[in-house]
């Protein structure tokens, strides 16, 4: 299997950057593998965006599960030891910044694969987020850097990386919703939970918003008074969710809290929403393509594109009552430039890369990292 492209999936971002790659790649003919780390497990977490983005069925799914950062982390990278061998990639592709990104790069360089990381040279420079850590280890030992933005690029060139191993390609989860973009319905989901014609979705479930009961409890504060303004919708990771609780968060008339939903019904919801409030990293990308105010509850972004070319703010969650007001006063900007490459073909221009390293002889060293 020398010439296979393996994909090491693991968490929800993954899968919508990872489809339009698995597909181009298809279509060149190149022999593929997809590794379900397991990281996400749930059916509305992990299954269901495998039956709505056409992605192939996993050659493995590893069953990790959750666990502490280092926990989880250690367990990815033993069942991954024990995967990548058989599989024998040329090229192992790895996406975003879960803790599979940086279990898979660890392993894949230690055994001497070589590594392409989709969605290379993110910096929020906030060491406190675990995706950081991931997000710097990853790209130091990529040898193909797949850049969803200029400024990307420019960090992985500070940083000392070699300007031949980067390259602009656009962003792959972009090609994802502009792929499914008229099925993207908002009528549907928001019938279904009961939801009025203008409202709000929010999506919270960093630790520096839900880990601790004074953060929960400043974001409980501003989802009430967000909900005394518009409906609401939260669709609730299991991450924080006790401690949201415990703080006070109560689904009622004006803030419906859901469970998780799969990729179209949530998407759908966004693209409908008058306002947007998150912590997610893909959802300001998405909101800036669907030109839909989003308000991001963090003191930093490693997508700052999102905010000079699209719709995005930061917050803190004190400024959350205020700021909505603002936004939703404003309404929707009447013309949006989208981001240089954000076209739907990046999943294409990632694939011509691997494909020729593939007939130029993948393999890791000085002579091929160049």
């Not at 019904?265 to 998150?278: E, H, I, K, Q, Y």
């Not at 930061?314 to 013309?335: F, K, N, S």
């Amino acid at each position: 299997m020398a010439e296979t492209v393996a994909h090491i999936v693991g968490a929800r971002p993954n899968f919508m950057k990872a489809a339009p790659v698995v597909r181009a790649l298809d279509d060149l003919g190149c022999r593929q593998v997809v590794i379900h780390t397991g990281q996400h497990y749930d059916d509305r977490m992990s299954a269901v965006f495998f039956r709505e983005l056409g992605l192939p069925q996993p050659t493995m799914d590893l069953g990790v599960g959750s666990g502490s950062h280092g926990r989880q982390t250690a367990a990815l990278m033993v069942a991954l030891e024990d995967a990548l061998p058989g599989v024998d990639p040329a090229i192992v592709l790895l996406y975003g910044d879960v803790n599979s990104t940086l279990a898979g790069a660890l392993v894949a360089a230690k055994l001497g694969m070589v590594i392409g990381h989709v969605e290379a040279g993110l910096r929020s420079f906030d060491r406190t987020m675990p995706e950081e850590i991931n997000r710097v280890v990853t790209d130091a030992l990529a040898d193909l850097l797949f850049a969803t933005s200029p400024e990307a690029i420019d960090h992985l060139e500070r940083e000392g990386i070699d300007a031949g191993r980067v390259h602009m390609v656009g962003n792959p989860m972009i090609d994802t919703l502009l792929e499914h973009l008229d099925r993207l319905d908002p009528g549907p989901p928001r019938e279904a939970l009961g939801v009025g014609e203008r409202y709000a979705v929010v999506t919270l479930h960093r630790p520096s918003n839900v880990d601790d009961a004074a953060s929960a409890r400043r974001v409980v504060d501003a989802l009430d008074g967000l909900a005394a303004m518009i409906e609401v919708v939260l669709p609730l990771h299991p991450r924080g969710r006790a401690m949201l609780e415990e703080a006070g968060l109560r689904s009622r008339d004006a803030l419906k809290v859901v469970e998780p939903l799969g990729y179209l019904d949530f998407v759908a919801l966004v693209r409908g929403a008058a306002l947007v409030v998150t912590d997610s990293g893909g959802i300001q990308e998405e909101t800036t393509i669907l030109g839909v105010p989003c308000l991001t509850v963090r003191p930093n972004t490693e997508r700052p594109i999102t905010i000079t070319h699209g719709t995005n703010r930061l917050v803190t969650p004190e400024a959350i009552v205020d700021e909505a007001r603002r936004a939703l006063d404003g309404g929707r900007p009447a013309t949006l430039e989208p981001p240089p490459l954000w076209d739907g073909h990046a999943g294409e221009r990632i694939a011509r890369i691997v494909a020729e390293r593939l007939s130029a002889g993948a393999h890791r060293g000085s002579a091929a990292r160049g």
